[in-house]
């Protein structure tokens, strides 16, 4: 049957009128949690300067999204973290190339910049794209010629020392490369060693409720280190590498981004928040995930558990925060408010050996 434009209306008037109630019950809800909520700030181990300045500006009225974006400017731009765009480990071509996505509670809105080059603060991309395009993620060149248009000075992030751990890792090239031979998923001791040092991912993820109790997150990386050219992470796609809902929570990560990819694990995290869980417990829940659905024998130690890791960052409405990890030692940064940001260890499904 053919649905003409009156018949349309009629029943989008009717559906209207259905979502009229709930929608009064959300707003409700939503005055009841206002009066309870705490400004808090929270990232991955490697943002304890990230949380403390997305915090003094939250004090100073900052919109969460702009706090947190000045937050991780600050581990971008810096040369030593070589997990994060200036510095950050190049690809296996000696080439730096950035993920990026941010996500704004208030208005409902978010953007992802992928595999860009010559660009240090991919975060401040990701928000450009989002105010000032009608796309959701840009990558590659395009993401660079947009990134120029709009003002962002190209230069060469490849850093003297994320070089030299480049090439030695290249004049070792052996079975840690992401080149895989033909496999099935009872295949072990092919592809890349994950337990090397050098090919961990790091990335920071920094999320905030602001003082007027809104909720905004932001994820930046070089991504996993020597990776082929072109691959994407979880840190520029919505959903996985971060995850905003106004009315629930955020979540974020830093870790093995395919893991991410195909759980989808920020925004199972608000989904877990959404059903009652802690932010902790809902961390953890996606560690669980992610524990289940992954079968291949090359990424299974030999009791059958991720040879990889994951940590995930959480906030709900009311200011709480939890973090998890798939094994123990995982850290993250709060900021309460106070001036200086703390690290508390992170819960966990399974204990290290060593
Ligand atoms: N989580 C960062 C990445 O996998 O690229």
Redesign the pocket.
Known sequence: MKTNRRDFLKHSAIAGASLVMPKIAVVEDIFEQQKSFKPVAISSANGLKATAKAMELIRQGADALDAVIAGVNIVEDDPDDMSVGYGGLPNEEGVVEL?SCVMHGPSCRGAGVASLRNIKNPSKVAKVIMERTDHVLIVGDGALRFAKAHGFKEEDLLTDRAREVWLKWKENLSTEDDWLPPHTIDDKGIGQSLQNFFRL?G?INCNAVDSFGNLSGVTT?S??AFKIPGRV???SILGA?LYVDNLVGAAG??????A?LLNCSSVMIVEYMRQGKSPEEACLMACQRIVDHTKEARLLDDDKKPKFDVKFYAINKKGEYGSASIWSGAQYSINTGEKDSVLKSSAYLYKRKS
């Open positions: 993920d991912t990335t990386t991504g996993l992470g979880d840190s590498g990560s830093t870790g093995r981004g395919e991410n």
